[in-house]
């Protein structure tokens, strides 16, 4: 191996600007602006922005750089865009941070934010098994601190709690296969895995591997049947957290797990595109692709809580995610990466709209977003666009996203394996999915409102991220290449 | 002609206005509303008097959009979709007007309605199938709120209806033209690289695509088994909306099939041309016979849709030349008698008496109360029932004749369709209009009298006379459109489907 620190400290250049701004909040907010309550939350918040604008564009500046420090880090096309786009995603959630009135300790809030998001760079750049568990570690350590934040509600804590246990379950089981791996090929790296295993071929070991490490990928991608911690993190978690376990988290997670599949395990990749079928991991993808479209969407019907409802709905586009990945190693990240991006900024403006309507009041019940037209037309004009969006409806990014992956699937073998079929079911199901989105449009845009609802005030920094947010899936769905055109 | 693409963005770009000024004064969003419909409508009628005639489409826009997938921002023309174009600008002009009365945040209304019409213009021009499924997608989503917010008797079922039934269709569009695309190697998402996909696939999967696209396209024409939505939702929606759905959003389903599933496989067609015609039949009979028996007064319209959007089918799964263009006719014909109805029925009648039970009607000397309205929806009910004279007429009758060439017995079924649609309309029209009210009719009929129902206002007189004046003018001069038509079908991508007949 050999140690080229110069070359690690320019690649790692984003990590170092999240890791000094989180520092940076912690130790201005202990000596200075603890003590001065009302501006805390702004300092907080300020800080948090500026240092993540700064590491997202040391991300997508730093170029592509190949393999770093002996092929710990791997600097693709792929590393840049996930790791400016997990940035982003974070700078979106992070303006619904809610005031000190209702979360207290803002400034930790903020710099708990800040490590996660290095825990998903890390995990888009990790090309090491060791490497890899450690950011996925440090991404769900500082999400279960954030999913059980506010102090003042217990469904916060049941979030973090659940959180946790199914996480440290995945944790565990990730851990067991990559020993199992380690074990096997006597090394970490991942081209070097993939060199050994094809050397070898497939042994029963390697299967058991291979199991263990789907069940953590099933988790971090909240697919069934791995995905029950997700309605009950997605209701009670604040605003901002939620945001970001839906999003970035989702985005670093399937980069870091198509990277490990088809990067490391491309000689058990197995069939499942045409007939027959061979043993492998692509079919059981396909197999929890399958079972997350049918539990996410049928799941969702039966909803009357907005947040459980994007749960359930988040399960099915995993499903769709998991699609994305069979083809990825065959016709090109693009369709994937494209489609959890997006998903991600729709998904963070949902968790947006809701975080910003709650500081008017509880939001749980789709009836509580009754009348958002008359209450807050920006807030109801956005909310429009994510769920259309999530819903699939051109010409916003999420039916491009769709398509895309779509595409990619059928383009490996057309109907002649189940994986075509399962696009099909895909594509039936999204018109069941259409029913529940339309159920919240719904209420926000036809329900008059019920009595005595205030206007909603949204604050300047949610309003701007919101609008972000909702220009980037127009502008996207308009000019798909953009990011398409990328890999 | 180059102008036409034109008509998208502006109809877009009046929605966006009409939501900003609709928040401040409704007046401007009518305003705004009325001359965004007139100028698109201008712009095809500039196209319409400047087009030449010719097989196979006329381009005017071809952009890259999507490289990666082969997708081009195509739009283009020919005479089909020029008498559809048309057809959008009058029923939507038409359609603005009887909802004049919207006072109901009427900038949302106006933004909605002129996006939806925005989508249709789009479908109507592309050239590529994919660009063709965005817009018509697009169109999707208006249509639910228009029914949701604005409509009336069981409204948010009847949206959710319309929405789900329109999205599952499309749903089925999609996933055919992707098996057709990425099983068959295409180099992109244009017509003739989908044909040439398809036609290297083997024949079962050239049926499964060609019954997918079709299948979903049909849904959204009316086709019989899920034709259900359509009354449903079109009696529910608000009056301009009705309108511009069976007048217009229906077409475009038909368009679907004819310009997108038809040419995809001449070998599969074969083997489900027969199922296609009888669909249709039993769609034209059944609906008729629904339509017979219904005490909403709307309903009779809805499903009298449903049986004349059969014919269009049935014109389609004839496929030979006369038959085809009597069946373009006929969406032209039907866009305008729909619309006719539709704003008799629910702006003139509905909103004066509040009813539209026909046992209540028939209380009420309507032809005495609103002569307008009675004159307007007799005349609209015999270009309905196809007599001579009115656009109906020239259009049922290329259709039955370009049938029978195919198969009599077909036409035969069919024009048992035309008997029934004589029989509703005929008895609408007595029931609602002039039962008999003799003296002992007198005394319930009092209360109505003594509160005289509102004079019939200006913009309902014009856009009655607009709709009544493209009917009779079709129908004296049908050729108008027909020789737009006839030569667009000989491009070689409708070649090979149109085979045999004589043109």
Known sequence: ?487 | MNALPCTIYVSFTGALLALVLGSRSAMAARVVALLTALTAWGITLAAATSFVPMAGLQELVNVPWIPEFGIHYHLAVDGISLTLLVLTGLAATAGILFSWNITERTGEFFALYLALIGGVYGVFLSADAFVLFVFYEIAIVPKYFLIAKWGSTNREYGAMKLVLYSFAGSALVLAGLLWAYAAGHATGFGFTELVAATGRLDLTSQTGILALVFLGFATLAGMFPMHTWAPTGHVAAPTGASMLLAGVVMKLGAYGCLRVALPLSPAAFVLLQPWIAWLAIIGIIYAGFVALVQDDFKFVIGYSSVSHMGFVLLGLAAANPVAVSGAVLQMFSHGVIAGLLFAVVGRMVYERTHTRQLADLRALPLHRLLPFAAVVFVLAGLASMGLPGFSGFPAELTILIGTWQARPLWALAAAAGVLIAAAFTLRVIAVAFFSRTGPEREVPVAPAASHPLAPITWPEKVGALLLLGATIYLGLSPDTLLDWIRPALQSPAFHAILSGGAS
Request: glycine content about 10%; aromatic content about 10%; proline content about 5%.
């Open chain 1, 1 to 487: 191996m050999n140690a080229d620190f110069a070359g690690l400290v320019q690649a790692l250049r984003p990590e170092a600007h999240l890791v000094i701004g989180a520092l940076l909040i912690l130790a201005i907010d202990m000596v200075w602006a603890r003590h001065r309550p009302a501006n805390r939350h702004h300092v907080a918040l300020a800080l948090g922005l500026i240092s993540l604008l700064m590491a997202g564009y040391a991300a997508a500046t730093g170029g592509t750089r190949g393999a770093v420090y002996g092929g710990i880090f791997l600097l693709d096309p792929l590393s840049v865009a996930t790791r400016t786009g997990v940035i982003l995603l974070a700078v979106l959630a992070l303006p619904l941070l809610p005031d000190s009135r209702r979360l207290r300790h803002p400034a930790e809030f903020t710099a708990i934010l800040l490590f996660a998001t290095t825990g998903f760079t890390l995990m888009a750049a990790a090309n090491n098994l060791l490497v890899a568990f450690l950011a996925l570690e440090l991404a769900s350590l500082s999400l279960y601190v954030l999913a059980g934040f506010d102090k003042t509600s217990p469904a916060s804590a049941e979030a973090g709690l659940k959180y946790f246990l199914f996480g440290g379950m995945a944790a565990a089981f990730l851990l067991f296969g990559f020993s199992l791996l380690y074990g096997l090929t006597s090394t970490l790296r991942l081209d070097l895995i993939a060199a050994q295993l094809a050397q070898q071929g497939p042994t029963p070991l390697l299967f058991v591997a291979l199991v263990m490490v789907l069940v953590a990928f099933g988790f971090k991608a909240a697919a069934a049947p791995f995905h029950l911690w997700a309605p009950d993190v997605y209701e009670g978690a604040p605003a901002p957290a939620a945001a970001l376990i839906a999003s970035a988290s989702k985005l670093a997670g399937l980069v870091l797990f198509t990277r490990l599949l088809w990067g490391g395990l491309d000689s058990a990749v197995g069939t499942v595109a045409h007939g027959p079928i061979t043993v492998g991991w692509a079919p059981v993808v396909a197999l929890i692709a399958g079972a997350s479209l049918l539990l996410g969407n049928i799941g969702a019907l039966a909803q009357s809580n907005v947040r459980r409802l994007l749960a359930y709905s988040a399960i099915a586009h995993a499903g769709a995610l998991l699609l994305g990945v069979i083809a990825a190693g065959r016709t090109g990240v693009g369709p994937l990466f494209y489609y959890a991006a997006t998903y991600g900024l729709a998904t963070v403006g949902a968790f947006g709209v809701i975080g910003a309507l709650e500081s008017a009041g509880r939001v749980q019940q789709l009836t509580d977003l009754a009348g958002l037209y008359k209450r807050s037309p920006l807030l109801a004009g956005c909310l429009a666009i994510f769920v259309l969006s999530l819903a699939g409806i051109p010409p916003l990014a999420g039916f491009f996203g769709k398509f895309a992956v779509f595409t990619s699937v059928l383009q490996l073998g057309g109907l002649s394996g189940p994986v075509g079929w399962l696009v099909i079911l895909a594509i039936a199901l999204s018109a069941v999915a259409l029913y529940y989105y339309l159920l919240i449009l719904k209420q926000a845009l036809v329900a008059t409102p019920a009595e005595n609802t205030p206007p909603v005030r949204v604050t300047l920094p949610a309003a701007i991220a919101l609008l972000v947010a909702a220009g980037l899936i127009v502008a996207l769905g308009l000019w798909p290449s953009a990011v398409l055109g990328l890999f």
